[in-house]
């Protein structure tokens, strides 16, 4: 459905349109590199030990989340 999207906005004559498939293609770029940066550290230090770190990382956001959230 997304590149659907992304091809249509993109080839749009419209400004917006084009601004938008051009923001979902960058967007994929960031969300592509950590799949495949993850997928090489579960490949190299197996999954348990690459979960661990995940759950810190996403626990430390949303901790920082909450606590921006009651300021």
Not at 10 to 37: E, H, K, R
Request: net charge positive; aromatic share 20%.
């Amino acid at each position: 459905m997304w590149d659907y999207f992304f091809y249509t906005a993109f080839t749009s004559v419209f400004a917006a349109d084009g601004l938008a498939g051009m923001y979902i293609l960058l967007g994929l770029i960031p969300v592509v590199l950590i799949i495949i940066a993850d997928r090489i550290c579960v490949w190299k230090f197996g999954a348990r030990k690459v979960n661990k770190v995940q759950f810190y990382i996403a626990g430390t956001f949303i901790l920082h989340w909450v606590r921006l959230q009651t300021q």
